[in-house]
Nanobody
């Protein structure tokens, strides 16, 4: 198993920036594909970004492409999500995800990001 703890959420005005962190403990971090998902009030959880084992490849939802950047530091067992040019529609609880294919996904408790108009 791996335990995930997100941090860095908060209140920010539209156009501002936040940097989320996800600290992992448990299994070897470098063997997990890492990702970020989010869930807005009254909506289903949606994919935001993912990053491969060594950080060579990244993938983003169209809604955040060009504004968000996912990265990882395997030495620190941490994955990051840099969020720039935030919009009110980015308001959501952001969840860190870890997957060791084909094993079960692991989730953090989430961190709330609120973007005001």
């Amino acid at each position: 198993q791996v335990q995930l703890v997100e941090s860095g959420g908060g209140l920010v005005q539209a156009g501002g920036s936040l940097r989320l962190s996800c600290a992992a403990s448990g299994r070897t971090f470098s063997k997990y594909v890492m990702g970020w998902f989010r869930q807005a009030p009254g909506k289903e959880r949606e994919f935001v970004a993912t990053i491969t084992l060594n950080g060579a490849r990244t993938y983003y939802a169209d809604s955040v492409k060009g504004r968000f950047t996912i990265s990882r530091d395997n030495a620190k067992n941490t994955v990051y999500l840099q969020m720039n040019s935030l919009k009110p529609e980015d308001t959501a609880v952001y969840y860190c995800n870890a997957n060791d294919p084909p094993a079960t996904d692991y989730w953090g408790k989430g961190t709330l990001v609120t973007v005001s108009s």
